[in-house]
């Protein structure tokens, strides 16, 4: 996991999660990339995310990876595609010419 600047994470707002076409959940559609499940935590998050192995989306996501996955995305510790798509970004500042 990577931690540049702070994140606004999506995944646990109402921003569509994502189900691979193996179904396994995933908290949203960048996260389903073979550099990206290949983070560690990513890794341990998609092992517990197979949705024929649970009854619901909800005891899914009651699992301690996933806990301890959203947990850290409050800890801004999160892989790089999490910043990239729900890092907050600073508005980029122009330089004025004299």
Request: proline share 8%.
């Amino acid at each position: 996991m990577l931690k540049k600047g702070k994140l606004d994470p999506l995944c646990f707002k109402g921003f569509p999660m994502s189900v691979t076409k193996d179904g396994y959940l995933l908290p949203c559609c960048y996260c389903d990339d073979p550099d990206t499940l290949s983070d560690p935590h990513l890794k341990a998050l998609y092992k517990k995310s197979k949705l024929e192995d649970y009854n619901s989306v909800q005891e899914i996501l009651e699992t301690p990876e996933w806990k301890t996955f959203a947990n850290n995305l409050d800890k801004n510790k999160a892989p790089e595609i999490c910043f990239s798509i729900c890092g907050n970004k600073k508005p980029l500042k122009i330089a004025k010419r004299s």
